[in-house]
């Protein structure tokens, strides 16, 4: 997923643009995702409504 917008108390953790992968479905609206650095060790996790996301496809899976 790509983060297409920062709720504003998450703009300290999360940047527009940050990639991630959904970990958890809170409900329809809002989904848990962890973004991770190159070496594979958590950047972020965080709550995020589906509207701040973008669905990317991952071409190695596809």
């Given at each position: 997923m790509e983060v297409l917008d920062v709720p504003?108390?998450?703009q300290d953790l999360v940047?527009?643009?940050d990639?991630?992968?959904i970990v958890l479905v809170h409900n329809a609206h809002e989904f848990e995702v962890e973004s991770v650095?190159?070496?594979?060790s958590t950047k972020?996790?965080?709550a995020l409504p589906r509207?701040?996301?973008r669905y990317v496809p991952n071409p190695?899976?596809?």
């Open positions: 504003e108390t998450l940047s527009k643009g990639m991630g992968t650095n190159g070496n594979g972020w996790q965080c509207e701040c996301l190695s899976t596809c």
